[in-house]
T-cell receptor, first 115, second 113 residues
Framework: AQSVTQLGSHVSVSEGALVLLRCNYS??????LFWYVQYPNQGLQLLLK??????LVKGINGFEAEFKKSETSFHLTKPSAHMSDAAEYFC?????????????FGKGTKLSVKP | DGGITQSPKYLFRKEGQNVTLSCEQN?????MYWYRQDPGQGLRLIYY???????QKGDIAEGYSVSREKKESFPLTVTSAQKNPTAFYLC????????????FGQGTRLTVV
């Protein structure tokens, strides 16, 4: 079965430090990959997506992610954390067909930012 | 403005009652989804619909029912058969193609009292 693994359910960084949130996927075919952010008691908002083309993808709020096929990874980074980045982040894979409505989410990583 | 609207934002239910959560979209999307979110468990798919008058069970469909009579609407009923319904429910919609993202509503928090 296809899956998405987010390493670390909680990540804590200091304000101004590098943010690195990890996502690995299992897929036998080229995947379409997404990162979403969720603030408390709100829905999910798209940060960025990889479909085809350039493997380094830039998103909103200064985030970017790099698709590495050899490592089956799509890690999310931001050079300098801001207090407003504190939220939960979800990696997702989109697939044709399947029993999961073709959109599979990781379990999420909660990011805390210390002043 | 185009978007996806869930209502109500907060809902309280007595044990043994059915409740219906509303989800409406004006994005002209083919597909709609319902997810349940519990702390530490990510998003779990309840039901999804690719087209009007058709829907499929997700991973945790037991105790839930849906309908898709209109393209814009995908209501979710939480029945009394759902043993632990207290959760945050998210509705989403998308085009049914793998290179497009899903758009989410703001969620409904259901509490059994």
């Amino acid at each position: 079965a296809q899956s998405v693994t987010q390493l670390g359910s909680h990540v804590s960084v200091s304000e101004g430090a590098l943010v690195l949130l990890r996502c690995n996927y299992s897929s036998s075919v080229p995947p379409y990959l997404f990162w979403y952010v969720q603030y408390p008691n709100q829905g999910l908002q798209l940060l960025l997506k990889y479909t085809t083309g350039a493997t380094l993808v830039k998103g909103i709020n200064g985030f970017e992610a790099e698709f590495k096929k050899s490592e089956t990874s799509f890690h999310l980074t931001k050079p300098s954390a801001h207090m407003s980045d504190a939220a939960e982040y979800f990696c997702a894979v989109r697939l044709l067909g399947g029993s999961q409505g073709n959109l599979i989410f990781g379990k999420g990583t909660k990011l805390s930012v210390k002043p | 403005d185009g978007g996806i609207t869930q209502s109500p934002k907060y809902l309280f239910r007595k044990e043994g009652q059915n409740v219906t959560l509303s989800c409406e979209q004006n994005l002209n999307h083919d597909a709609m989804y319902w997810y349940r979110q519990d702390p530490g468990q990510g998003l779990r798919l309840i039901y999804y619909s690719q087209i009007v008058n058709d829907f499929q069970k997700g991973d945790i469909a037991e105790g839930y029912s849906v309908s898709r009579e209109k393209k814009e609407s995908f209501p979710l009923t939480v029945t009394s058969a759902q043993k632990n319904p207290t959760a945050f429910y998210l509705c989403a919609s998308s085009m049914w193609s793998v290179n497009t993202e899903a758009f989410f509503g703001q969620g409904t928090r259901l509490t059994v009292v």
